[in-house]
């Protein structure tokens, strides 16, 4: 073999091993792109996706590489899990990128959030191994900072769901006797006005009218004629049986004395064929049936005692076991019981508390403004009634709103033992997980406390501390407060954020915040600057927070402070 042929072999011997034999060069930050950029934060965590695009003959055939984001910030750094692709040589099940070709590798990211990564850098390390050596390329920066608007979310703003007093102040009574007539006639017998139901009645209306804290407020007189015998007949005897009802009812009032009793009213109905179908079918006549059947084909009122007549076999059983009992009046007082005044209860919560009973109790503290002040009533509450779940629930809630988490859970995990069907420390105990961050916890919770009302910022916050921004919006509806702001904002609905955030009753820094965080997504500058302003009027600390927050790259910062 001539010197020609030799250097054409070795030629080709070197083009065979090109690919092969030389180390990986030196990743450029050029071939990667990384969605978003910056990183965000969602829900709790900051996730991205980097797209690595591996340009033509760059490769090594033979070259296995493993890239591990890192987050580098305040003089530390978190790994995000690592990922492999090799060349076409390479026996293994990574993705391959081919030397000719190049090719693309996607490789995600997702790290915990903690608040001092909002400045930092993502960065890719490279460890390569090719046949039997391993080696280490250079590190690229690929990203700078994290945009941490969602980690605004706060569970502790959310309210807790009270469990509601049912104090009224005026509880209204009603006391009832019936007087029964013979057939056909309307006058009122001895047996009936001396009866015990007509005699309760009476004793009632006597110790209302004597009560200082009671009051009648009306007396009612219906009277009613049984559906046998024709229409005319009927409304005739119903009417006298009315008057000669009133007449008695009067006589009895100025016999007692009684002049204050509201008003007293009084109507007749001719024949009762809404009470004659009632008594039928609450009825063990046998043809009953058949009854109910006449009364819904026929409407008319001689009609239908015409076909019910005509049943002949039935008749004689309903003039002995229903109609007697058509042929009454039915005297109601209304009575109305007027409890504690405001300063009544008031005073006696503070010289006598255990001369309440639970509802005032609890309704003294609507009667405060002051947290210490609530406080105080519902801890009397739980000692004077330890066996009302409301009393441990709606203390749970003024520890709870005091930042107290673990007195709240214990007296919320105490009003669920109580009552464990009540939705309310149901709900509470959800928000004490969410707190705690045991999301799979609050869930179930909250699903304990479905269909109360209260549910929805709960919900909502949930989700959005979940990351599930469009669900948190939805769970939210009309709610106004901070975190439904933020979870509109993080669906880009601007204008409803921004309408959300001016029905907050008592805004607070947060709100603020957020209004600069609206401002700086419209390119509002004065917006940007008023409420800053006043956020950082509010909690110096945001003064800090804002000056790395990304939100404001784009604003002169020291012009606004």
Same mark, same amino acid.
């Given at each position: ?35 978003? &950029?910056?990183?965000? %934060? ?8 980097? =797209? ?29 899990? &690592? ?73 502790? +703003? ?77 409304? *005739? ?12 009812? !009067? ?26 179908? *009632? ?16 009364? @819904? ?11 019910? !007549? ?17 042929? /009454? @009046?039915?005297?109601?007082? &209304? ?14 919560? =503070? ?24 406080? @105080?009533?519902?801890? +009397? ?7 009302? /779940? !409301? ?89 106004? @407060? ?17 309408? +959300? ?9 947060? =709100? ?32 800090? %927070? ?16």
């Amino acid at each position: 073999m001539n010197r020609k042929s030799l250097i054409m072999l070795s030629a080709v011997g070197l083009l065979a091993l090109t690919g092969c034999s030389k180390k990986l060069n030196q990743f450029n930050a050029e071939y990667f792109s990384v969605n978003p &950029s910056p990183l965000e %934060v969602v829900g709790q965590r900051v996730p991205a996706t980097v =797209t690595g695009h591996v340009p033509q003959k760059f490769f090594v055939k033979n070259a296995e590489v493993t890239v591990t984001p890192y987050l580098v910030f305040d003089g530390q750094e978190v790994a995000s899990q &690592s990922y492999s692709f090799q060349g076409e040589k390479v026996r293994g099940n990574n993705p391959v990128i081919y030397y000719e070709q190049g090719g693309t590798v996607t490789i995600p990211v997702m790290f915990n959030y903690q608040p001092e990564m909002r400045k930092s850098e993502l960065e890719l390390a490279f460890e390569v191994t090719q046949g039997n050596k391993k080696y280490t390329l250079p590190r690229v920066k690929v990203a700078d900072g994290v945009v941490a608007t969602a980690a605004l979310a706060d569970a502790g +703003t959310v309210a807790p769901a009270i469990a509601p007093d049912a104090f009224q102040r005026i509880i209204n009574e009603k006391y009832a006797a019936d007087i029964r007539f013979l057939v056909n006639r309307a006058n009122l017998r001895a047996s009936e006005t001396g009866s015990q139901q007509v005699l309760n009645l009476n004793e009632q209306l006597q110790a209302a009218n004597a009560a200082e804290n009671r009051e009648i407020a009306e007396i009612n007189i219906s009277s009613y004629a049984s559906p046998e015998g024709g229409l005319d007949f009927n409304t *005739r005897l119903a009417e006298k049986r009315e008057k000669a009802t009133t007449e008695y009812m !009067r006589k009895q009032l100025n016999k007692d004395k009684i002049t204050e009793f509201g008003e007293l009213t009084a109507q007749f109905t001719a024949e009762d064929w809404e009470g004659f179908q *009632r008594l039928v079918a609450a009825s063990d006549i046998q043809d009953k049936e058949l009854i109910l059947n006449v009364l @819904s084909r026929f409407k008319d009122p001689e009609e239908r005692e015409q076909q019910i !007549r005509n049943l002949s076999s039935i008749f004689d059983q309903l003039a002995e076991q229903i109609l007697p009992q058509l042929r /009454y @009046s039915r005297i109601t007082a &209304s009575i109305n019981v007027i409890g504690k005044s405001d300063e009544e209860i008031m005073n006696l919560f =503070t010289t006598n508390p255990s001369a309440l009973n639970v509802e005032e109790v609890l309704y003294a503290a609507t009667l405060v403004t002051e947290g210490t002040d609530k406080y @105080s009533v519902y801890n +009397t509450a739980a000692t004077l009634y330890p066996n009302d /779940y !409301r009393a441990y629930n709606n203390l749970g809630m003024m520890q709870y709103e005091a930042g107290d988490y673990e007195a709240a859970k214990a007296s919320f995990a105490a009003a669920a033992r109580l009552n464990p069907s009540a939705a309310e420390p149901q709900m509470n105990l959800g928000l004490i997980a969410l707190v705690n961050k045991d999301y799979r916890q609050a869930n179930q919770k909250f699903g304990n406390a479905a269909g109360l009302e209260e549910l929805d910022g709960a919900l909502g916050t949930y989700y959005l501390l979940s990351g599930d921004n469009t669900a948190a919006v939805k769970a939210f509806g009309n709610t106004a @407060s901070n975190n439904a702001a933020l979870a509109q904002i993080l669906t880009k609905d601007y204008s409803k954020a921004k309408s +959300t955030l001016a029905g907050i009753t008592n805004p607070d820094e947060t =709100t603020y915040y957020l209004l600069a965080v609206l401002g700086a997504r419209t390119n509002n500058e004065q917006m940007v600057k008023t409420n800053l302003r006043q956020a950082v009027k509010l909690n110096r600390n945001l003064y800090d %927070v804002a000056q790395k927050d990304l939100e404001f790259a784009n604003f002169n910062l020291a012009a606004i402070f």
